[in-house]
């Protein structure tokens, strides 16, 4: 269903990859919410990946470029203005790699050039894309910029390795650029910390569908899908959220507020029966 909350308005939506990624769904929902929109991601991801399937059935023009790229940044926001007719009126940044996760190299026992091209892209290049946006002018005043973050910015989760580093400091770049978008333009910066999503990128992080089980039983609304995310999404760029900005939004059904849930200790004392000795308590080894 159609609200036309994006009737009008011109965006950009970064990451784009397949139809498992979030930004392919908040791309589609733009649209159909009236949006007009360009479409960006590497030059190596546009190859292999399916995105100009999307932008044929947009009807939108597909940007290749390397956000950690100053002057490829700048080529995004120009050729968008340029093809959506004026200043953009919201940005996602759905943009996350772990070149450690990939490789399997355990928090202590980090590459540290690997780290910084983990920084660089998922976190640095939300800085870089802001601060070229800022010195283009291209953001229309009270425009709307949302980037994708996980709870492992606050909390400590098994196999998330420097990604969860990375989303601490996305978070960061959110608030104290939010401070002075909103302050001179009234532009507004949040991150969405959405619940386990088995996308290309989440599927490479270690014991994924074992956290998304987790995550499952313990938020009492269940995880949020893609789907449901992109929903989020388009709220946060219409004009209902114009006073919301510098805020980490958790849409984890949930998940963020809890300690134990009752399926989730259910299943937890399950892993006990095979330890259980023949008068019903745990020998531990």
């Not at 159609?2 to 009008?8: A, I, R, T, V």
């Not at 290749?64 to 007719?85: C, H, I, Q, Y």
């Not at 070229?132 to 949302?146: C, M, Y």
């Not at 313990?218 to 789907?227: C, F, H, R, Y």
Request: proline share 2%; aromatic share 8%.
């Amino acid at each position: 269903m159609s609200y036309n909350l994006l009737k009008g308005k011109r965006g950009i939506v970064f990451g784009a990859l397949n139809d498992m990624s979030i930004a392919w769904k908040v791309a589609e929902k733009a649209v159909a919410e009236g949006a007009h929109i360009t479409l960006t991601n590497t030059p190596v991801a546009v190859r292999m990946g399916e995105v100009s399937q999307l932008g044929e059935k947009l009807n939108a023009e597909i940007i290749p470029a390397d956000a950690t790229n100053v002057d490829d940044l700048k080529l995004v926001f120009e050729r968008s203005m340029e093809v959506l007719g004026g200043k953009i009126d919201f940005v996602l940044h759905s943009i996350g790699m772990s070149p450690n996760v990939r490789k399997k190299r355990l928090y202590d026992d980090l590459d540290y050039d690997l780290l910084d091209k983990t920084l660089d892209i998922s976190a640095v290049s939300f800085h870089k894309m802001l601060q070229v946006a800022k010195k283009l002018d291209a953001i229309s005043d009270n425009g709307s910029i949302v980037a994708l973050s996980y709870v492992a910015a606050q909390r400590t989760l098994f196999g998330y390795n420097d990604m969860a580093d990375a989303k601490a400091l996305l978070e960061s770049i959110a608030r104290s650029f939010g401070y002075i978008y909103g302050r001179e333009h009234g532009v507004r910066i949040n991150t969405i910390s959405q619940s386990p999503t088995l996308t290309t990128a989440g599927s490479g992080v270690k014991g994924m569908e074992s956290l998304m089980d987790f995550a499952n039983r313990m938020s009492p609304l269940g995880n949020a899908t893609a789907d449901e995310c992109a929903d989020y999404c388009m709220v946060m760029f219409s004009d209902l959220t114009k006073k919301v900005t510098m805020q980490n939004l958790f849409h984890d059904g949930g998940f963020s507020s809890m300690g134990m849930s009752l399926r989730a200790m259910d299943q937890y004392e399950k892993s006990f029966d095979e330890y259980r000795n023949e008068d019903g308590t745990i020998q531990y080894g």
